[in-house]
């Protein structure tokens, strides 16, 4: 298994888990398991016949909680603890036949990319289901269809995956501070309305 795709699977597997972890490891687990794909280190235990069916069952259950706005804030909340440990866990995964410096320093990075990835999709939904919470739902349909697109691509083109995997780190480091900027100014009238009805 050459470093180049040890590396794009590691970081770009830790990267998607932020955005949808059920999907990527579905997807990751399928393409090693029909010959697609050959996964580096101990991630081909995703090819697991039991794992690919509980990724899948909790990727439907996924899909339901996303389409009700008020779920799918709580449910990004609470896989705040699921996405980013796992996506460090994939990343370190990778590197499991490299030294034991190797492996943790993927395991610290694996677990920032899923930390990035998974604020930018929360503070993102957070926004839509505040603006347009119809809008929800069509966001959820797409981060699925990115997170199986970019999957296949990082295992069929790696050095294409990096480019466009660099260029979204640069995009989502940009765009976070708008939207959070934006969400303060939408809510500063509401705070300032349950401040007044506080006073006597």
Do not use: C
Request: net charge positive; aromatic share 8%; proline share 5%.
């Amino acid at each position: 298994m050459d470093w180049l795709t040890t590396l794009t699977t590691a970081f770009g597997a830790a990267w998607l888990s932020g955005i949808n972890l059920y999907a990527t490891v579905v997807t990751l687990g399928l393409l090693q398991r029909l010959g697609l794909a050959r996964l580096p280190g101990d991630l081909v235990v995703l090819s697991h016949d039991w794992i690919i069916a509980l990724a899948a069952v909790l990727y439907v259950i996924e899909f339901i909680a996303d389409k009700v706005p008020i779920v799918d804030s709580v449910w990004d909340a609470i896989h705040t603890f699921v996405r980013v440990p796992a996506g460090a866990i994939l990343a370190a995964s990778a590197f499991a036949d490299f030294d034991p410096p190797v492996r943790m320093a993927a395991l610290l990075i694996g677990g920032g990319l899923a930390l990035g990835s998974h604020g930018g999709k929360a503070v993102t939904r957070v926004a839509v289901n505040t603006t347009a919470p119809g809008a929800g739902a069509v966001v959820s349909v797409v981060e699925d269809v990115f997170a199986v697109g970019f999957s296949a691509l990082m295992t069929f083109f790696p050095l294409v995956f990096l480019a466009l995997l660099v260029l979204a780190l640069i995009g989502t480091a940009w765009l976070i501070p708008k939207i959070v900027r934006a969400l303060r100014r939408m809510l500063a009238p509401l705070r300032g309305f349950a401040t007044a009805s506080r006073r006597p």
